[in-house]
């Protein structure tokens, strides 16, 4: 029996759904607050006549068990699919919390591991049915989440019941749901002083001041990764990069010594961007990586563009690994808080502007499909 065809609704992911029309379309997607997966039939959704109505709704899966008192409990964040589009694995950022009781940042992460196939049965709608297994994500505020051959890639960017303060990606068994390894990451260059943290960590050591919520001036020192992506270099690796939403950059990371159980992997200085990153994405080839900037933690500033990075020159610590923004200007942040984005032993900041056709093509792809995106919201009403 042939698959259907699947659309992520996170994300950069966004703008493929209109590459994605034929008759067994589904979108899975998730509210983030509501702790389901809705399945929805991707042609059903486009006929006006289903328009401001549930008729597309296929089915609505529960990513965790309902707790005992039966409250559903789960907080999706992140959908990815493994390679065979048969198993979706469910990132819920704060595990398995009721949102409306647990009201703040740094719950322990959980991965929902899904049976697509189950997803799109309309008898297992507002079930967990669909749910296999629920693995602990390895750290505190899961969000980012790549698959690997045997292994799943976690980023976490909150530590325990703060906004702030992680450095962690877990690499975690597919099978049996373990963590098999931790990357850690190397601590900001902020203009305020840091706390005396050894990376990588070395016990005894106390645990750190940081700070509650954003914002506060306090941010800067913890990387807190978000989103991940891979990218491929010319010269035949694939490296591991990640939106860092607490020091406003972009790492990139040695993914095979990462995957040999080397937990201190990256291997050039820090990319800086307008603000922290969220969605990050690589080009087909694996040779571009698209970032976009959220907001920052230690001021109140959202940010609004996309950058776009070229993977070879970033992983040289190359200049122009970085283009200008390529889609929206902000206003610009002051010198005194942007802090300096590097790594320990890089004494370079990669920043420059434009210089190769194929980055250029690149951003004008992405600046399109943002731009038609835009148009559609201004010119509906949306809830």
Same mark, same amino acid.
């Given at each position: 029996m042939k698959l259907p065809n699947l659309v992520i609704a %996170? /994300?950069? +992911?966004?703008?493929?759904?209109? =590459?994605?029309?034929? =008759?067994?379309?589904f979108i899975l997607a998730t509210g983030r607050r509501d702790p389901r997966i809705y399945a929805i039939d991707f042609r059903a959704a486009l006929q006006a006549r289903n328009n401001n109505t549930p008729n597309a709704i296929v089915s609505r899966s529960k990513v965790h068990a309902d707790r005992l008192d039966g409250t559903p409990v789960g907080d999706p964040a992140n959908i990815v699919l493994s390679e065979d589009h048969r198993t979706a694995y469910v990132v819920n950022h704060h595990g398995p919390v009721n949102n409306a009781e647990f009201q703040q940042h740094g719950g322990r992460g959980s991965i929902s591991v899904m049976d697509v196939r189950k997803m799109l049965k309309r008898n297992f709608d507002n079930t967990d049915r669909a749910v296999e297994q629920n693995f602990d994500s390895g750290y505190f505020g899961a969000v980012g989440l790549l698959v690997l051959p045997d292994l799943l890639a976690? @980023?976490? *960017?909150?530590?325990? +019941?703060?906004? =702030?303060?992680?450095?962690? $990606? %877990?690499?975690?068994?597919?099978?049996? /749901?373990?963590?098999? /390894?931790? $990357?850690?990451?190397? +601590?900001?260059?902020?203009?305020?002083?840091?706390?005396?943290f050894p990376v990588p960590f070395v016990s005894p050591t106390p645990p750190p001041v940081v700070p509650f919520e954003a914002p506060d001036p306090n941010f800067g020192c913890w990387p807190d990764p978000e989103f991940l992506a891979l990218g491929h270099g010319s010269d035949g690796k694939t490296y591991l990069f990640s939106g860092n939403a607490g020091t406003n950059d972009v790492a990139v990371m040695d993914l095979e010594q990462a995957l040999a159980g080397v937990p201190v992997v990256e291997i050039a200085p820090r990319i800086s961007v307008q603000a922290g990153p969220f969605g990050i994405k690589a080009s087909p080839d694996g040779k571009l990586i698209a970032v976009t900037a959220r907001e920052r933690g230690d001021i109140d500033f959202e940010g609004n563009t996309i950058s776009i990075i070229d993977v070879d020159l970033a992983r040289m610590g190359a200049h /122009?690994?970085? @283009? %200008?923004?390529?889609?929206? %200007?902000?206003? &610009?942040i002051p010198p005194a808080r942007r802090g300096r984005s590097r790594s320990p032993g890089h004494p370079m900041d990669s920043r420059s502007s434009?210089?190769?056709?194929?980055?250029? &093509?690149?951003? @004008? *792809? $992405?600046?399109?499909a943002l731009s038609r995106t835009t148009r559609t919201r201004k010119s509906r009403a949306f809830p």
């Open positions: %996170s /994300g950069l +992911l966004l703008l493929l759904v209109h =590459d994605a029309l034929a =008759d067994d379309t976690v @980023s976490h *960017s909150e530590n325990w +019941l703060t906004e =702030d303060g992680s450095n962690r $990606i %877990s690499l975690i068994d597919r099978r049996t /749901g373990g963590r098999r /390894g931790q $990357i850690e990451m190397a +601590l900001g260059h902020p203009p305020h002083a840091c706390p005396a /122009g690994a970085e @283009s %200008s923004p390529a889609c929206g %200007s902000g206003p &610009t434009w210089r190769t056709t194929g980055r250029t &093509t690149y951003r @004008s *792809s $992405i600046c399109a």
